[in-house]
C-alpha cells in the first residue's frame, strides 16, 4: 500500500513539474521575451528539403544533389525574392547582393561539396553540426584532400538555407543522408578506409552510422573516427524544448518555435535557433548514449573504431566530464584519445575566470581507470603564453614526457570555446584578422567597443572565440590519425584477421 502511495505522489509531484513548465514558459513568452520581429526566412516553407519520407525516390547522393539543386532555388523564390535590397539591408544574409550574401562567395559553401583525388588513400565524410553548413569543416577537408583523401562535405537536412528549415527536420533524416553519403565515398574509393570526422551534432551522427555499421545493418565500419566538441551529454533540460515546440502551434504562441530569434548576418551559420533544432539535439544524443551503454555492456566481442576526440575544457554546450563518462569511458581500450585544450594559464587567474576547469582536468590526468588515452594541451607553466602536450596513457595515473608544441597562445585570448575548434586563424570569415579585401565581411576576432544596448549583435557572440589558434595542432593529428587507422586497416586485410 506504501509504495503505491509513493508512487501516486511521484507522478502527481511530475504533473504539477510540467504545469509550473506551461506556466513558466507562456508567462516569460506573455510578458515580452524575444521580441526580434519574424522575417520570411523564419517562416518560408521549404518543400523540396530532403527527409527520410523520400528515400524511395532519392536513393543515391547524386539524387540528393539534385535535389538541392531544386532546394536553393526553391529558398530564391520564397526568400531572397521577398527580401528588400540597398544600403539598409548591407548586412542582411538574404538581401541579394549585400556584404552577407552567400551567393557572392564562391563556391557558396553552404552546399554539399566533394574534393575529388586521383588516387585515394581513403575516404573521409566530413558531418557539420546543428545550424551550421558545410563551411565549418572547410579547411580540414581542404587540408585532408591535400593528403590524398577523396573528401565529401554533405549539407545536412535543415541547414545552409534558411532558419525555417530546421523548424521540422528530425535526425533521422539527417541520418539517413550520412548513409547516402558513406555509400558515395566507398563507390569512389572501393575497399579503402572510410573516415568519419563529426563536429558537435555531426558527432552523434557520426557515431549513429558506425553503431549501424557494427551490429551489421549498414556497412562499412569507419576505419576511425574524429570527433571535434562532440554534442554528448546535452543537459537534461534541453528535453523541454519538445514542450515549448508543441506549444508553438496553439495560435499567438508562434514565437515559442524559436529559442532564440537573432538578426541573421552570418553567411554560413544560422544565428536564430529553432526550438525543434534543440528537441533534435537532445533526442539524437539521448539515443546514442544509450546504445553505446548497451553496445558496452553487451559482453560479445567488440572493437570500436579507434576514435580521436578534441574538445576545449570550457564549452558552453557540453563538458569534458559528459564525453568522458558517457562516450570515451564505455568504449573501453579500443585505442581511443581524447585531447583537452586547456584555458590560457598565464593571464587567467580568480579576478578572471568563473569556474576554473583545473579540478576536473587534474583529476582526469590522475585516474588510472581511463580506458583511453589523454592529451592535455597547456601552458608550459603559469610563467609562460608557450604551449606544450602533457600526455597520459590509458589505465595510467602517470604523466608522460612533455612535447614542446613550438606555438604559443595569442595576445587577448583565454581560451578556446565549441565553435572555434574547426576553424584556422586565417579563416577569412570567422579568423584573428580581416582579410586585406575590406568589401570582404568579416566576423572574427573584432575589437568593437561603446556603449551596451547599441549593438544588434548579442554581447556573447562578440565575446565568443570563433578560430582556434592551435588549428594546425588538430589537422596534424587529425591526419597522422587516420593514416595509422587505415595502416592497420590495411594490415589486418592482409593477415586475414
Excluded at 319 to 348: C, K
Aim: one cysteine or more; charged letters at 20%; hydrophobic letters at 40%.
Amino acid at each position: 500500500m506504501r509504495n503505491k502511495t509513493a508512487t501516486g505522489s511521484r507522478k502527481r509531484w511530475c504533473i504539477i513539474r510540467i504545469i509550473v513548465c506551461i506556466v513558466t514558459v507562456v508567462g516569460l513568452y506573455a510578458c515580452g521575451g524575444n521580441r526580434q520581429p519574424l522575417e520570411p526566412w523564419h517562416s518560408a516553407n521549404l518543400t523540396e528539403e530532403y527527409s527520410s519520407n523520400k528515400s524511395d525516390e532519392i536513393q543515391t547522393f547524386d539524387d540528393y544533389r539534385q535535389l538541392e539543386d531544386k532546394l536553393f532555388t526553391q529558398l530564391e523564390d520564397k526568400v531572397y525574392a521577398r527580401t528588400e535590397t540597398g544600403l539598409d539591408y548591407t548586412f542582411v544574409r538574404y538581401s541579394s547582393g549585400s556584404a552577407a550574401d552567400p551567393e557572392l562567395l564562391k563556391p557558396n559553401w553552404n552546399h554539399s561539396f566533394e574534393l575529388p583525388t586521383d588516387e585515394p588513400v581513403g575516404g573521409v565524410l566530413l558531418l557539420h553540426g546543428m545550424s551550421d553548413s558545410p563551411y565549418t569543416l572547410r579547411a580540414l577537408g581542404e587540408a585532408l584532400n591535400k593528403h590524398n583523401y577523396w573528401v565529401l562535405g554533405p549539407r545536412l537536412p535543415g541547414h545552409g538555407t534558411a532558419p525555417s528549415g530546421l523548424r521540422n527536420i528530425k535526425w533521422e533524416d539527417m541520418a539517413s543522408v550520412v548513409q547516402l553519403s558513406v555509400k558515395h565515398l566507398a563507390s569512389k574509393v572501393g575497399r579503402k578506409p572510410i573516415h568519419i570526422v563529426g563536429f558537435s551534432t555531426g558527432a552523434p551522427l557520426a557515431l549513429n552510422f558506425t553503431l549501424d555499421a557494427l551490429e551489421g545493418n549498414i556497412s562499412p565500419v569507419p576505419s576511425s573516427l574524429v570527433l571535434i566538441s562532440p554534442a554528448i551529454g546535452i543537459h537534461p533540460l534541453a528535453s523541454l524544448a519538445a514542450l515549448k515546440n508543441g506549444l508553438s502551434y496553439i495560435p499567438g504562441l508562434g514565437r515559442m518555435a524559436w529559442l532564440s530569434i537573432q538578426p541573421e548576418f552570418d553567411p554560413y551559420r544560422y544565428n536564430s535557433f529553432a526550438t525543434n533544432a534543440g528537441t533534435q539535439v537532445h533526442r539524437v544524443t539521448r539515443s546514442v548514449a544509450r546504445r553505446i551503454g548497451r553496445w558496452s555492456n553487451s559482453g560479445a566481442p567488440k572493437t570500436f573504431p579507434p576514435t580521436l576526440v578534441f574538445l576545449s575544457t570550457v564549452d558552453a554546450t557540453i563538458t569534458a566530464r559528459a564525453v568522458v563518462e558517457s562516450l570515451l569511458r564505455p568504449l573501453g581500450p579500443h585505442g581511443q584519445e581524447l585531447v583537452l585544450f586547456d584555458i590560457n594559464r598565464f593571464v587567467a587567474n580568480d579576478l578572471l575566470t568563473i569556474n576554473d576547469p583545473g579540478p576536473l582536468t587534474a583529476k582526469l590526468m590522475a585516474d588510472e581507470t581511463l580506458p583511453f588515452t589523454i592529451t592535455f594541451v597547456t601552458n608550459e607553466n603559469q610563467e609562460s603564453i608557450q604551449v606544450v602536450a602533457r600526455h597520459k596513457d590509458p589505465f595510467s595515473p602517470v604523466e608522460l614526457e612533455l612535447d614542446l608544441l613550438g606555438i604559443a597562445w595569442p595576445t587577448g585570448v583565454i581560451s578556446l570555446s565549441h565553435v572555434a575548434l574547426p576553424f584556422p586563424p586565417d579563416d577569412p570569415l570567422y579568423g584573428r584578422r580581416p582579410p586585406d579585401d575590406e568589401g570582404i565581411l568579416f566576423l572574427g576576432q573584432m575589437g568593437i567597443q561603446g556603449e551596451r544596448g547599441l549593438l544588434k549583435i548579442p554581447y556573447d557572440w562578440l565575446v565568443r572565440l570563433r578560430h582556434n589558434p592551435f588549428f594546425e595542432y588538430l589537422e596534424s593529428r587529425t591526419v597522422a590519425w587516420m593514416k595509422r587507422a587505415g595502416e592497420n586497416q590495411s594490415t589486418v586485410g592482409e593477415t586475414g584477421n
